[in-house]
């Protein structure tokens, strides 16, 4: 379990990197840091429910 959460999360915030670098030279830095930060929490909050509900299995 501990595997998949690692993996899930990599998966999900590596490409959601590269977007934001593209979001940044686009619109502006500010606006990208707000949207990774929304992702990094939903992604995080995601994974620790995944970590949890496998650990209770």
């Known amino acids: 379990m501990q595997i998949l959460t690692?993996?899930?999360?990599?998966?999900?915030?590596?490409?959601?990197?590269?977007?934001a670098l593209t979001i940044a030279r686009?619109?502006?830095v500010r606006f990208a840091v707000g949207l990774m930060a929304r992702q990094a929490i939903?992604?995080?909050a995601f994974s620790m429910l995944l970590a949890?509900?496998?650990?209770?299995l």
Not at 52 to 56: A, L
């Open 6 to 19: 690692g993996v899930y999360l990599a998966g999900v915030l590596l490409p959601c990197l590269v977007t």
């Open 26 to 28: 686009e619109q502006s």
């Open 42 to 44: 939903a992604a995080i």
């Open 52 to 56: 949890w509900g496998g650990s209770w």
